[in-house]
């Protein structure tokens, strides 16, 4: 595990913390939430760094603050497959588990608030009230894992890679580019192409095709490899076969 620096996390200061009102902690006591600050650290990895190796001793937990993070699971046969990706105020590892059961790789540059497992475990035993958070963050993470199997399992290549693109415009935190209440926002896909195509269970070479497509008909304007500028909304969520509310469904949770 590589990361490049380690400061104090600022619990209890929910103005500084730009994930605070969507994580768990946001349902945390003042006085909570100065027990969380001191076991909370803010952690940054750089892009492609493993935070949590599979099958390694699962020791920290936490939220991702700024960057993606890709869960990958590795097959029998050795190969990784992705299976999740994380954005910020979304939850990393695994509570209750001494073994980390996939593996947690940074997709961009990343910032962490990591705590101890076992003293963040402690910690939601003294606070049942964000246990309860946690509970119900959980329960919605399921909500969005079966949602997104179910657009990967009954809908074409097209509408699987349309979703994604409207997931990363209203998830990815891109104000370094553009933002999604712009006219044309600027939507940042930080996997490569193969590991989308992955993702997606499709092949790279129909990924690209579908792109192309998507650019021709005028739903995005390629910049590069990785950066789409939107330029139709609504025609992508055509394009993905969802209602906006269903859509919406899986960007919120």
């Not at 990958?72 to 190969?79: K, L, V, Y």
């Not at 979304?90 to 980390?100: A, H, I, M, N, P």
């Not at 402690?122 to 399921?142: I, S, Y």
């Not at 933002?179 to 790279?204: E, K, M």
């Amino acid at each position: 595990m590589t990361e490049l620096a380690e400061v104090s996390c600022m619990c209890g200061k929910s103005s500084s913390c730009v994930v605070h009102n969507k994580a768990v902690c946001r349902a945390a006591s003042p006085e909570a939430m100065a027990q969380l600050g001191r076991i909370a650290h803010l952690r940054e990895f750089p892009r492609g760094s493993v935070i949590q190796a599979q099958a390694e001793p699962c020791n920290i937990v936490g939220n991702v603050v700024d960057g993606v993070v890709k869960l990958s699971s590795a097959s029998i046969n050795g190969d990784d497959h992705i299976v999740g990706l994380l954005f910020p105020s979304d939850f990393f590892g695994r509570l209750f588990s001494d073994e980390s059961r996939f593996s947690y790789e940074a997709a961009t540059d990343v910032t962490l608030c990591t705590m101890n497992r076992p003293a963040f475990e402690r910690f939601l035993g003294d606070h049942p009230e964000v246990e309860h958070e946690m509970l119900k963050a959980k329960l919605d993470e399921l909500d969005a894992v079966r949602e997104w199997a179910a657009i990967t399992n009954g809908h074409t290549t097209m509408e699987r890679i349309a979703t994604l693109i409207y997931v990363f415009a209203k998830r990815s935190r891109n104000q370094h580019l553009n933002n999604y209440d712009a006219v044309h926002p600027v939507v940042h896909l930080p996997l490569s192409r193969r590991d989308i195509a992955d993702y997606l269970g499709t092949t790279p070479e129909t990924l690209s095709r579908n792109i192309q497509t998507l650019s021709r008909t005028k739903v995005i304007r390629i910049l590069d490899a990785k950066h789409f500028e939107l330029l139709d909304a609504n025609d992508l969520i055509r394009h993905s076969g969802e209602s906006r509310g269903d859509l919406d469904k899986i960007v919120s949770s």
